[in-house]
């Protein structure tokens, strides 16, 4: 059975990742580009984007977009991506955390893998796979409310190697930086951020795909195209200097925000300084994409940057940046390109051959899985290994987690837990790990263990799915149940391998 098993999971294996040649990431300097873009806030305002990105005559701007953890609706995103082909767009995605009080929470790597799963389902029209590795992490209320280089520098790397996993193609860009931000309490210098992060990964700057500069006409998003300092809209300039200084690359540079704010600067001043820094600043070779924040701003706080007035009507800016757009070639997702057609616009008359969209609706693996479990007689819910645990005099059958697909799965989709059943996550280093309850269907409590004993217990709700649960201090182990009567601080774990193959459900019985 065991043999079996696995030749069932390599199976399934090649169904899903295609078991194709993964071929590296495109050089988006070597074809014709369109570097004209936009920045939405709504990966549904894609087709109003490709209308300024494209102009009358372009084709393939760029139009940045984030996500957000709670975001991730794959109907939604498969629309999104859809109609980036159909409209001629290339995204860049920005990945983001959620909104905790003052400040975003800060990333992990479940947060990654969610990530890097999710955005490799999705039907992307061109071959490489923009995405932006979180926003101003020089900030603290950007980042987890405090600034650290270090553990940034750990996220990106780790993001590198998390979605090149699942595909070659996705082309990593680090967060752009806030160019304004002083070095205090609540920010650090763009330049004595990335310093630390060199320190902490001296191969970062070797292993980004690109370079993601935020090139805005500081101070008070008001200067002059003219200005040359390392906070105006020529501050890639000193960035890809910090980098040249440090290795022989020329990286792409990707400026996913920029703009001048119009609440203080004449509306036709701000479409005449766009125009002069787009042919006397911007032209430089090594920019592939500029995406201005922001096209639609409604009645919100950014509404100094909007192209597009509260009445939805076209500004100054957005006429003269429209006028600008060329016709872009880039390299496309293959398959996708077999359905441009005239022009490179989705024929709206399909054949009887399966679209490519059509291929990318999802296919439900769970019902798939749990169809497969239960013509073989499976559990469907095993993991690797299971062990008994006692702990305050309380003995638990619990499944051991020790991996990170395993971590991420956790009792998720479960729909119930006995009083002696539970989980135990299993780290190699110690941290301040943070869990959830996304997916969840009941209750739990959450056991931190630190070098074997109990330093905290949390009740954990589903009804809360969102809500990031994080120890007092750092633990090497978490235990989840739904009973922990007798478990009090201090306590000492004992772990009993289990060595036989017996039903262990049984033995629960």
Known sequence: MKRFFVVLVTFFALIAGGGGRVIAVEDPNLTANNKIGIHVLDPNEVMEAAKLVNGDTGAWGYVTVPIQATDRNREKWIRFMRQAAENRVIPIVRVATVVSGLHWDEPNNYDLVDFANFLNDLPWPTKNRYVVIFNEVNRADEYGGYVSPEK??????????????????????????????????????????WERMVARQP??????DGWTSHAYPNPGFRGRPTDRTDRSIASFRFE??????????????????????????DERVAASYLKTAHDQVWNDPRIVAITPFLLRAGAGPFVGFSFLDMNGQPREVYQVWRSLAVKGEPVLNQEVLEEIKQGGVV????????????????????????????????????VAHEEMVEIGGRKYWVEVADTNDERIRGLSGRSRLKDNEGMLFVFENKDRYAFWMKEMRFDIYIVWISSGKVVGIDNASYATPYKRIWPNEEVDMVLEVVDVEGIKIGDEIKRFE????????????
């Open 203 to 208: 191969e970062i700057l070797e292993k980004i």
């Open 240 to 265: 890809l200097d910090f980098v040249s200084r440090r290795t022989d690359r020329d990286l792409p540079v990707f400026i996913t925000e920029t703009g001048w704010d119009m609440s203080v600067v």
């Open 347 to 382: 024929s709206e008359t399909k054949d009887s051959s399966e679209s490519i969209f059509e291929r990318f609706e999802l296919v439900d693996w769970e019902g798939v899985w749990l169809w497969l479990a239960r013509i073989l007689g499976l559990n469907r819910d095993r």
């Open 498 to 509: 289990v060595r036989d193959e017996v039903d262990l459900e049984a033995k629960i019985d």
């Open 152 to 193: 940034y520098a750990d996220t990106l790397m780790n993001a590198m190697t998390i979605f090149k996993e699942r595909s070659a193609d996705f082309f990593i860009l680090p967060a752009g930086m806030d160019n304004a931000a002083a070095s205090n309490g609540e920010s650090l210098h763009w330049r004595s951020y």
